[in-house]
Structure formats: structure tokens, C-alpha cells
């Protein structure tokens, strides 16, 4: 008869002694994207020269004291591959904080904790190969890497939205793409991320509390996958959910360094390639891109008033203290953010 899913878990997992399965999370990320479209857009070939743009790139923020890039150079990649490349990226975090708990119905975890947080990462890199141009268009600022990783499909795709010049959006997207990079060397928004993760990977466990499936013939994880590829609570869209306010702060920042760059003679060029009201065709992040695209004005008048108010906490010490990251209530209204995080105690 076939098993508890739990169980099967626990057979097919139960073999990894570190913090996170990666191997897991990598096939999981093949899985999602075994049906990208790998066909070589022309633009990449014909009009633009990364290498040239990113060695420009390179030079200015060489020159420029307050950054601090690390990239030594760039890489186009086919979705899958830079699935990868984004869960190769975010190893230096700690994740043996993490902790899930344990199944419904009291079952320890154990060493499956790894794969659950595996399938977790491998959902999320997978979403993100797969429906989005880079990593600051969500202001995902979890990764370091010498390598600047550009997503080749999508990227294009989405320079070729616009009429403006085609080298001045590539430059942008890729000092974007760059300080999004230099940001990972912060740990709060990573706790942030963490504890969203902590919270996506128990729903998720609840959704499946109850399913069954026959895992006779189910031999490896990617088998399992496609056997369970339409539960409800596998769903790496959810994984953002719940960070809508963060992630649209981080945007907020990433988009305030390469104006600081002064890199392009309009910076509204940024403004207008991180506008996620031109969503690239229909993808299960539009609604997502919606929520975060409506507080983009708070949030813009929430660094306003960071420079107005000419507040004791600068953008850096922020990103320093998970408590300083403002919520939703406190970008609407930085008032109440000044009021938490600078009026001493009464």
C-alpha cells in the first residue's frame, strides 16, 4: 500500500549531514527549469558587448570610494545554470540557525531538515531562473559572487522592452545587478530571509499533512518531483509572500547606489527598468511584482525622508540591524519608523 509522504521524506532525504541538501536544491532547480526556452536571442550577439560594458562598469566603481563591488567578472547564463549559480552564491550565509521544528503529528526532523531547506532554496532559485531579469528586480540581495551572473534570456528580454538605447539599459541593469552582489555582505536581510523561510517551509509541511502517494517507484528526488509537482504547498512564489515590504526597501536601496554611481547622464533609467509594472509575459510572480510595485512610491518617499530628516541612521546601518528594517506600516509612514528606532525609551 503506498506510504505517508512524510515517510517518503525521510527515505529519499535522510542522507545529508550538512545544514542544506544543495545537491537537492540543484536538481530541484533543473527540475523547474527543464522547459526553458534556450533559443539565442540576436541582441546578445549583434548589438551588445557585456564584457566591454561590465569592464566600464568595473572602472567607475573602482573610482567610485563608496562602493564596494567584488566582481572580478561576468558570465551569461542559460536559467538553469544560473539557478545554480545563485545557490552557489548564497553558501557563505550560516543556515545551521535555521531551525523548522518538526512534522505534524510530532515527527522529529532529523537530518531531513537539510532537504526540506534544500527543496525550499531550490524552489526559490528556480523561480528566479526562470521568470525573473536578475536579482534586484526583486531586491533579492542574499548572494555574493566574483562572478556577475547575467540571466541571458530574461535580460535581454527585458532591455528589448524599452526604446530607449540599448547599451545605457544593459549598463544600468548591469550596476543594478553589481550592487545587488556588494549587498550580500550583509547579514540582516538574510535573517529576514530566513525567518520567511522558516514560515514558507511549515506551511508547506501542513499543506502536505495528509496526502499520500505510492513511492514504490519513486527512486530519487527527481521522480518525486514530478509526482508531486502540482501540491499547493509547493509553490516558491509564497517564499515571497510575506517579505513584500523588505524586499521593496531593498529595491529601494539598490536603486539609490547606482544613482550614487553616477554612471548614465538620466538616472531615471532606473526607475524605469526596475518599474515591475512592465512584467516580462505572464508568469506566477506578476502579482507579486504588483504588491511590491504599489509601495515602490512609499518607498521612495521613505528615502526622502532618510535625507530630509537628515536621520542618525544611514542607509548601511540599516541593512547592519534586522530590527532598523522598516515593515510596511513604517515605509507608509517613516514617522513611526523614526519614532521606534531613534526616540529613546520612555
Known amino acids: 500500500m503506498s506510504e ?24 530541484i532547480n533543473k527540475h523547474l527549469n527543464k522547459d526553458s526556452n534556450n533559443d539565442i536571442l540576436q ?10 560594458l561590465f569592464r566600464f562598469l568595473e572602472l567607475n566603481i573602482q573610482n567610485n570610494t563608496e562602493s564596494n563591488s567584488q566582481q572580478t567578472n561576468i558570465q551569461i547564463f542559460e536559467a538553469s545554470q544560473y539557478g545554480e549559480w545563485f545557490l552557489d552564491s548564497i553558501q557563505h550565509f550560516d ?9 505534524p503529528g510530532g515527527i522529529q526532523l532529523g537530518n531531513i531538515q537539510s532537504s526540506i531547506i534544500g527543496m525550499q532554496l531550490g524552489n526559490l532559485a528556480g523561480m528566479i531562473s526562470k521568470n525573473m531579469w536578475g536579482l534586484s528586480q526583486f531586491g533579492i540581495i542574499l548572494p555574493q559572487s566574483k562572478t556577475l551572473g547575467i540571466n541571458r534570456n530574461t535580460y535581454f528580454a527585458r532591455i528589448d522592452q524599452f526604446e530607449s538605447d540599448a547599451n545605457e539599459l544593459a549598463l544600468s541593469l548591469l550596476a543594478l545587478e553589481s550592487i545587488t552582489l556588494s549587498l550580500g555582505k550583509y547579514s540582516a536581510p538574510f535573517e529576514k530571509i530566513i525567518e520567511n523561510l522558516e514560515s514558507a517551509s511549515k506551511d508547506m509541511m501542513a499543506g502536505l499533512q495528509g496526502l499520500e502517494a505510492d513511492g514504490m517507484n ?17 509553490d516558491p512564489s509564497k517564499i515571497l509572500e510575506e517579505i513584500i515590504a523588505p524586499l521593496s526597501f531593498y529595491r529601494g536601496v539598490i536603486k539609490s547606489k547606482a544613482k550614487d554611481l553616477n554612471l548614465i547622464q538620466d538616472n531615471s533609467t532606473y526607475d524605469l ?9 505572464e508568469d506566477p510572480l506578476v502579482e507579486i511584482g504588483n504588491q511590491i510595485n504599489e509601495l515602490d512610491t512609499s518607498t521612495t518617499h521613505f528615502f526622502e525622508f532618510l535625507i530630509t530628516s537628515s536621520n542618525e541612521y544611514s542607509i548601511d546601518d540599516i541593512l547592519k540591524d534586522k530590527n532598523l528594517i522598516p515593515n510596511r506600516s513604517e515605509i507608509e509612514d517613516p514617522i513611526s519608523w523614526a519614532a521606534r528606532t531613534s526616540l529613546p525609551p520612555i
Open 4 to 27: 505517508d509522504i512524510f515517510s517518503q521524506f525521510f527515505n529519499l532525504f535522510n542522507n545529508n549531514d550538512s545544514d542544506v541538501n544543495w545537491e537537492l536544491s540543484k536538481q
Open 43 to 52: 541582441l546578445s550577439n549583434a548589438d551588445l558587448n557585456l564584457e566591454e
Open 95 to 103: 543556515f545551521s540557525k535555521l531551525n523548522i521544528g518538526e512534522l
Open 218 to 234: 519513486m527512486t530519487n528526488p527527481q521522480e518525486m518531483l514530478e509526482n508531486f509537482s502540482g501540491i499547493e504547498g509547493i
Open 273 to 281: 527598468v526596475m518599474d515591475l509594472g512592465f512584467s516580462v509575459g
